[in-house]
């Protein structure tokens, strides 16, 4: 199972709000019968800077826009993008960074659907730790495909009218939201 925490308020940022995503995953695995001491959980970062648990088979993948803070968690690489909708130039930054179709897609949907392929973007990234925009890089509106010989899926997350939220997965995977107070 994956579940998304979400919080609403104010939280730190960057390593000084690991503490956040510790008991988050605490909960999480309480929830879901997994041993965990968030005490003793270590989050360290890879080569790229993709954070995670030292000593614990538990992947997670973090967001944040506006007041808004998400933490996914799962048995298998995941990532999860959130952005709340605003105004910027969506027209020519789809025209440099994304591929054919899916500028295509923004042309017919405008700024909600710039946004709609930007998270599935950042949450694919996230899932494979790779940088964004790469040459390599598939498009994101198909809801699955295999790149570099592993399988991906999208899910779409509705948060509010005025944001965007998408999950990338492994093999397809049920996602239950829950709010932390």
Known sequence: MNSIYI???SF?????????IRGAAARHCLES?????AARAKIVRDEKGKPYFEDYPLEFSLTHSGSLWMCMFSSQPC??????????DHEKISARYYKPEEQKYVEENGLEGF???WVRKEAYCKMTG???FGADMPSVLADSGVFAGKEYHFQDVEIADDMRCAVCTGPEAEIELRVLA
């Open 12 to 20: 730190q940022k960057g390593d000084a709000g690991f503490f956040m």
């Open 130 to 132: 790779e940088g964004l």
């Open 79 to 88: 990532g999860l993008d959130l952005q709340v909708i605003r105004d910027c």
């Open 33 to 37: 019968g997994i041993p965990f001491d």
């Open 7 to 9: 919080y609403d308020g």
């Open 115 to 117: 946004f709609d392929v």
